[in-house]
């Protein structure tokens, strides 16, 4: 159910018996060359409709723009500080608790957002008892997708083979893959024995740091890997394996309790 298409009514009826929200946090920010800059806007605010369908759960307005300040080199690119996005997202769910709603999963795509949503969800704990979860939409889709990819270099990264087979299957209008241009290779490193893994994370032998860049820093086409190869039926496989999963989650979620 969208609570932004039916009445406050149909809600109310809602809440007599389930008190859990979906809330999709999306973001507008350039996507390579060959995808819109709303394409992680248009995915997340599907997948979460789609699973408010199969689970029966309430799911609310997606929240548009993030902290994607590691893109702003690129026109298009929408962002907003860490703190405003804490702000907004918690005095909107704090007005829904005050409604009757107590458990709120975040259906989260954008890395910029983890930590203010965590506060929220600890901050609704804290006044109102509340649950607070949440769930990233590309960690699933890279772990559950169940496909062989055929480019080697980052394939699930940004604008890479798996969000443009998704992006072909879902939202095709968004991307033009006669603009598609191959990623630079290898990734320009910083520094000798140090490999770029994505704009906020490097890796070193057995392991890794971060070193908050800019993506411009080492692909300045805003891409990670090649996704000439990306087609719309590897993307329905992934989407579908993502959907079931990330449903089951939030039917698991909405009956969670910290009772015995």
Known sequence: MRTDTVTYADIAKYLETEDTILVPVGA?????????????????????????DITGLAVAPIVPFNYSVMFV?????????????????GEVCHGLAEQGFRRFFFINIHAGSLGPLESVSRSLRARWGAFGGLIDVFSIMRDVGGVEYTTKQAPTGHA???????????????????RVQPPPTPLRPFVDGV??????????GASSFAVFSNIRDYTPLG???????????????????ACSY????AAKFSRMTVED
Not at 195 to 204: C, D, I, L, Y
């Open 73 to 89: 080199d690129y026109p298009g690119t929408m962002t907003c500080e860490m703190a405003t996005i804490n702000a907004y997202i």
């Open 195 to 204: 490999r770029t893994v994505s704009s906020g994370k490097v890796a070193m």
């Open 28 to 52: 507008v920010e350039q996507y390579g060359p060959h995808l819109a800059t709303g394409t992680e806007l248009r995915l997340c605010e599907k997948i979460a409709t789609e699973v408010g």
């Open 246 to 249: 990330i449903a089951d989650a």
């Open 160 to 178: 890479s083979e798996m969000v443009t087979s998704v992006a072909l299957h879902v939202c095709p209008e968004l991307v033009f893959m006669d």
């Open 223 to 241: 891409m990670q890997g090649d996704a000439s190869a990306a087609n719309a039926e590897q993307g329905r496989v992934v989407w579908e394996a």
